[in-house]
């Protein structure tokens, strides 16, 4: 079954570091581009970062400097690491798949089901 | 702070039919195709339209997408009580060299 699995969420206090996890099942992470997308609560959808299939990168300009993307293919795994972590931080952290083929357009089409993160002291 | 803007709501009876605009600019709708999301009350966002006026496989024909110029618009017709959600458009933006989200707009079945 073509899945994604967050996890690593939970309680942060501002100026930390966190290290959120999405698990890949059924396709692999390294032939898609790969997105993290937040929402914060109560609020509406802002995408964070890509990795192209290529292993460039892009950024949201509020977490540009702060957050990295990255993958292990061998593990088939996308990760996002979170330093200097803000209150405004604060959302459910979605990985997503854009299949980057004619197919779909540029549209994410497998999403997961999130993981809390919390920025608070 | 969302490039695309969307209504904040919309609502309508049973079998009724509602549109939705997403207003854009030249530097994401006006260059680029349009997405559209649906977000069901605790769940994580679904693929609705892709490159501005396709349905992925699964999703009913009651839902259509159209673009002109940088704008672009979802209708849903003959709504049903299960359409009741959030919805929101995107696109890529050539300028923040980023995907950009609409505001989103809460769809009410009355």
């Known amino acids: 079954e073509v899945q994604l699995v967050e996890s690593g969420g939970g309680l942060v206090q501002p100026g930390g570091s966190l290290r959120v996890s999405c698990a890949a099942s059924?396709?692999?992470?390294?032939?898609?581009?790969m997105n993290w997308v937040r929402q914060a609560p109560g609020k509406g959808l802002e995408w964070v970062s890509v990795i192209y299939t290529g292993g460039s990168t892009r950024y949201g300009d509020s977490v540009k400097g702060r957050f990295t993307i990255s993958r292990d293919n061998s593990k088939n795994t996308l990760y996002l690491q979170m330093n200097s972590l803000r209150t405004e931080d604060t959302a459910v952290y979605y990985c997503a798949r854009d299949p980057a083929g004619a197919t779909f357009g540029d549209a994410f089409d497998i999403w997961g089901q999130g993981t809390m993160v919390t920025v608070s002291s | 702070q969302s490039v695309l803007t969307q209504p904040p709501s919309a609502s309508g009876t049973p079998g009724q039919g509602v549109t939705i605009s997403c207003s854009g600019s030249?530097?994401?709708?006006?260059?680029?195709?349009v997405n559209w999301y649906q977000q069901l009350p605790g769940t994580a966002p679904k693929p609705l339209i892709y490159s501005s006026n396709q349905r992925p496989s699964g999703v009913p024909d009651r839902f259509s997408g159209s673009k002109s110029g940088t704008s672009a618009s979802l209708a849903i017709s003959g709504l049903q009580s299960d359409d009741e959600a959030d919805y929101y458009c995107?696109?890529?933006?050539?300028?923040?060299?980023?995907?950009?989200f609409g505001t989103g707009t809460k769809v009410t079945v009355l």
């Open positions: 030249s530097s994401n709708i006006g260059s680029n195709t």
């Open positions: 995107a696109a890529w933006d050539d300028s923040l060299n980023g995907y950009v």
């Open positions: 059924g396709f692999s992470v390294s032939s898609n581009y």
